[in-house]
């Protein structure tokens, strides 16, 4: 076992630099010590400008970003390894009350890179992180910007099979015993089941091989987290944001979501916008990646969105 995790390790590395190295990133990989909980985990850190911490999603790694970052310019870019992922440490989630796992997670990142502020980017799961972490403590973030649906945050989400299955803890548990370590085709067939074919072309072998690593060595934190998370198709209900927790939060969040993603319907963030006091949404052609499917679009519109945001904040009151 130990033998199979340090093999997918070091597969993730040198898959890593050679995305890097196509895309033209100077990106640089850390440790990160955490207090909540207590583990350490990773942050690629690249760029240079106002900081910005990003959250991929379930069962990936900072390195899923990538496609984006050339298109992210002026910004002190922070990609961090949710707890059992990538080249973080395992994290059993039996127990845990996810909610508010989330949200000290964040706020530990933050104090791990010495940040009182930032702002928050997010993916599915990890857009939930960040989500959860805006609501409790507004003060800390400047700006928050949701790609993709955020996991099952939102009202009417619903689990995609065969991912619902996995909240059977016995079957998630047997799951991931007998999944083999996915391979560079494999990793394109399933972005391409949730995300769109389209936005895939033209993207390196190695990102697939470094997101195969990545959920490789991810498989038993992910099947410790589906029955914290929800009952078959169902998410469990206090983890779904309430409509009084968006009114309340006064943030600004930009939302960035493909019109085929399958994860959750558009609909869903154009309502989440009519109740956020400052609130917007683009609505893209892509899938659930859909900065894989536009990330010259998706790059434009966060930062623009961003730096309206510090424009204001810097402005005289």
Not at 251 to 274: F, H, N, Y
């Amino acid at each position: 076992m130990v033998d199979r995790i340090e093999r997918e390790r070091a597969r993730l590395g040198a898959a890593e630099a050679a995305v890097f190295a196509h895309y033209g990133v100077d990106a640089s990989s850390e440790s990160l010590s955490v207090d909540d909980p207590p583990l350490v985990t990773r942050v690629v850190r690249c760029g240079r400008g106002a900081p910005t911490v990003l959250f991929h999603g379930g069962g990936m790694t900072a390195t899923v970003w990538t496609p984006l970052l050339p298109h992210l310019p002026a910004r002190s870019l922070n990609l961090i390894d949710l707890p059992g992922c990538g080249l973080a440490d395992a994290f059993d989630y039996t127990c845990v009350d996810l909610a508010e796992h989330q949200a000290a997670f964040v706020g530990s990142v933050l104090d791990a890179l010495g940040l009182q502020r930032a702002a928050l980017v997010g993916s599915s799961l990890g857009g939930m992180y960040a989500l959860r972490f805006t609501l409790q403590q507004p003060e800390r973030v400047t700006a928050l910007s949701l790609i993709s649906a955020p996991a099952f945050a939102l009202p009417g989400a619903r689990i995609p099979f065969p991912m619902s299955l996995s909240s059977n803890r016995l079957l998630g548990r047997l799951m991931t015993a007998l999944a083999p370590s996915p391979t560079p085709r494999m990793m394109r067939r399933v972005l391409a089941m949730i995300g769109g074919k389209q936005g895939l072309e033209g993207v390196p072998e190695a990102l697939f091989d470094a997101l195969g690593a990545a959920m490789a060595l991810a498989g038993p934190t992910t099947a410790s987290l589906g029955p914290e998370s929800f009952r078959w198709s169902r998410p469990h209900p206090h983890l779904v944001v309430t409509d009084q927790e968006l009114t309340n939060c006064h943030v600004p969040v930009q939302l960035i979501w493909g019109d085929t993603d399958k994860v959750q319907s558009p609909d869903a963030g154009i309502r989440a916008v009519e109740l956020l006091p400052d609130g917007r949404i683009e609505i893209l052609p892509g899938g659930h990646g859909i900065w894989f499917d536009a990330p010259a679009r998706c790059g434009e519109l966060l930062t623009d969105f961003l730096r309206s945001v510090e424009e204001e904040g810097a402005s005289p009151k």
